[in-house]
């Protein structure tokens, strides 16, 4: 590969490395990173292949500080089904599903401060949360549990609880995935979705919670890879003009930093590549290119740097409005210095988390699963399992931002309660009848718990459901995500997501637990 400029460190070059939030490999700071953030690059992004353990975190971040101490450290940490922090281990926090159902802003707000507080304590400064889409497609394959719900005002009241909930523990706040990804039917991570509605639509339902987390001072805001044709029928509204500046930027007053969702995403990587999707998104008003859920090496770095620095020598982006970008990056990263009382003015940037309901060790997060929890008894009373059941787990394919790496269910949290427990996983591989009998043959005499993911979206999972209730009335069902489906078995319980405290606060209902017990 031919570098144009490597080693430079002209303004121009410095400029686009600016502008980029590349990921990388490892639990610790190669020294390609490093040479990169002394040559410009501001930002860096950390994903759950870089993280193992909060002291590790702390001196990973650490040691990018010391290289240059203004570098935005981001993450993409949701809590519930999409979390980094505790990626080997499932989430201490409920996702947004979850905390729609409760629809307590308070505790919403609470959450997210002491999520942010963890990310603090650890240097992360830039958060990729929350998501303000509106789940009005249920059968949506990427946003489900993320949203915090179908109701547009309710995911605006409380995107903004968390945003403020963020940024009050002085982690920056990036809302997504503007103008809207919940009424999809196609993953972005695949192929480019659109989104046929008109303007009012859009406007009265999909915008209303970014609006309203603009209004509450999100310092950031992230494109979703989506065509809108009512918006701008050529181009997704990452590479838009109209969405990014006419809309964002000019009709609803945003001045904080544009992010894009991942370019290595096939709705843009397959269509336009990555360099010169990188280079319509600055020209079209964002300012900062998200990388390296992927592609996390030096080379994709000096590429789309190169790529930035030959569009603007080549006339086809304007230098000033790489300078934008690469000014709005550094702004962010001083508030977020400021917010680390590293410097600047008193008063410019929100103090850490107070001691209070979001004091370390609070257990905020499982208080809000348990009370996220939907219970729907069956025609027979039900009685508690009181012996080591068998959990026989009703697996979807993962979609790509929740990953497989991440477990999820009951079963641990009910061996935590009741020893002896035993589990197996079943997808959509051998037909109903076999699949029941196998589940029959492995639980014996035991109780069944029967944990299931978006029923409503997998034919296979329902009939397989049905089958084995009716084989087994006394079947526990736990439906951990979006919770369409006519509720079935002797108990059903909706978690509103599957984060790890979402299996504590359901083992604790199927066993009788009195929670904390």
């Known amino acids: ?53 909060s002291e590790q975190l702390t001196a990973l971040t650490a040691r990018l500080r010391a290289e240059r101490d203004d570098v935005l450290v981001a993450i993409d940490e949701e809590g519930g089904d999409v979390t980094r922090l505790e990626v080997r281990t499932g989430s201490s926090f409920p996702g947004n599903y ?50 915090f719900g ?87 509204a990452t590479l838009s003009p109209q969405i990014l500046t006419g809309l964002l930027r000019e009709e609803l007053g945003f001045q904080g930093l544009i992010v894009t969702d991942g370019m290595e995403m096939n709705a843009i990587a397959s269509t336009y590549g990555i360099e010169r999707g990188s280079v319509l998104a600055i020209a079209a008003g964002a300012d900062a290119i998200c990388v390296g859920g992927g592609l996390a090496d030096e080379g994709t770095v000096l590429r789309l740097r190169d790529a930035l620095v030959t569009a603007v020598r080549d006339g086809e982006l304007p230098e000033e409005r790489l300078a934008d970008a690469a000014a709005r990056v550094r702004a962010l990263a001083d508030w977020t210095r400021r917010a680390r009382g590293a410097g600047g003015e008193p008063g410019a940037a929100p103090t850490p988390a107070q001691p209070g309901g979001t004091a370390p060790g609070n257990d905020v997060g499982l208080i809000a699963a348990r009370r996220a929890v939907k219970v729907t008894a069956g025609e027979v009373p039900y009685r508690p399992v009181d012996e080591a059941p068998y959990v026989a787990a009703f697996t979807p394919v993962a979609n790509i931002a929740v990953g497989d790496e991440t477990p999820w269910g009951v079963a641990s949290e009910l061996a935590a309660l009741l020893p002896g427990t035993t589990t197996d996983t079943y997808g959509d591989t051998s037909g109903t009848a076999a699949l029941v009998a196998n589940v029959l043959g492995m639980a014996a005499d035991r109780r069944i718990v029967a944990v299931v993911r978006d029923v409503h979206r997998h034919p ?15 079947t526990v069902v736990v439906e951990m995500g979006v919770d369409r489906a006519q509720p079935r078995g002797a108990l059903h319980i909706a978690t509103h997501g599957a984060a790890r405290v979402c299996g504590r606060a359901a083992a604790e209902v199927i066993t009788g637990r009195a929670a904390g017990a």
């Not at 490999?25 to 040479?35: C, K, Q, V």
């Not at 002085?170 to 997504?176: E, H, I, P, Q, R």
């Not at 919940?182 to 339902?205: C, E, F, K, Y």
């Not at 296979?460 to 006394?474: C, S, Y």
């Open 1 to 53: 590969m031919t570098t144009l400029v490597r080693g430079s460190s002209d303004t121009l070059t410095r400029d686009a490395l600016a502008v980029l939030q590349p990921g990388f490999l490892g639990t610790t700071a190669p020294e390609w990173l490093l040479r990169q953030i002394g040559e410009g690059l501001s930002a860096v992004g950390l994903f759950g292949r870089n993280i193992v353990t």
């Open 98 to 147: 979850a905390l729609g159902s409760v629809d307590d802003t308070g505790l919403t707000r609470d959450v997210a401060r002491e999520l942010g507080r963890r990310l603090a304590e650890c240097g992360v400064d830039l958060n990729w949360a929350p998501s303000a889409d509106v789940n009005a497609n249920p059968d949506n394959p990427v946003i489900g549990v993320r949203s």
């Open 150 to 236: 179908a109701d547009a005002e309710l995911a605006a009241r409380h995107t903004v609880a968390y945003v403020e909930g963020l940024q009050a523990a002085g982690v920056a706040a990036c809302v997504k995935h503007f103008p809207g990804h919940g009424d999809t039917n196609v993953d972005s991570h695949h192929a480019l979705p659109r989104i046929d509605v008109d303007l009012d639509t859009l406007h009265a339902r999909d915008l209303l919670p970014f609006r309203a987390a603009i209004a509450a001072g999100s310092k950031a805001v992230m494109s979703a890879h989506i065509l809108l044709p009512a918006l701008d029928p050529n181009r997704p």
């Open 460 to 474: 296979w999972m329902a009939d397989a459901l049905d089958a084995l209730v009716e084989a087994r009335p006394d």
